[in-house]
Nanobody
Framework: QVHLVESGGGLVQPGGSLRLSCAASGSIFSPYAMGWSRQAPGKERELVAAIASGGTTIYGDSLKGRSTISRDNTQNTVYLQMNSLKPEDTAVYYC???????????WGQGTQVTVSS
């Protein structure tokens, strides 16, 4: 079992940056791929980025080129640095963990990101 807790969301102006963090608990963090997905009002959840235990990354189209995912296996933490944020990036951002990069077995509770002036 993996328990995920996100932090770092909030209100940011267009063009601004945010760094999301996700702390994982449980004894199986390292072998798991970690990631971030998001869900905007009225839209389906979509992949933002994911990172394998060895460091391989994938990015969804939504924040590609404007985001960087990283992980610290010693701290059981995954990060998402988001830059040049736009109002359409407003969504609930969820931390995820899965056996593979494209598989999600666990979800966090989510953190709200609002991009508005």
């Amino acid at each position: 079992q993996v328990h995920l807790v996100e932090s770092g969301g909030g209100l940011v102006q267009p063009g601004g940056s945010l760094r999301l963090s996700c702390a994982a608990s449980g004894s199986i963090f390292s072998p798991y791929a970690m990631g971030w997905s998001r869900q905007a009002p009225g839209k389906e959840r979509e992949l933002v980025a994911a990172i394998a235990s060895g460091g391989t990354t994938i990015y969804g189209d939504s924040l590609k080129g404007r985001s960087t995912i990283s992980r610290d296996n010693t701290q059981n933490t995954v990060y998402l640095q988001m830059n040049s944020l736009k109002p359409e990036d407003t969504a609930v951002y969820y931390c995820t963990a899965g056996r593979f990069l494209t598989v999600v077995d666990y979800w966090g509770q989510g953190t709200q990101v609002t991009v508005s002036s």
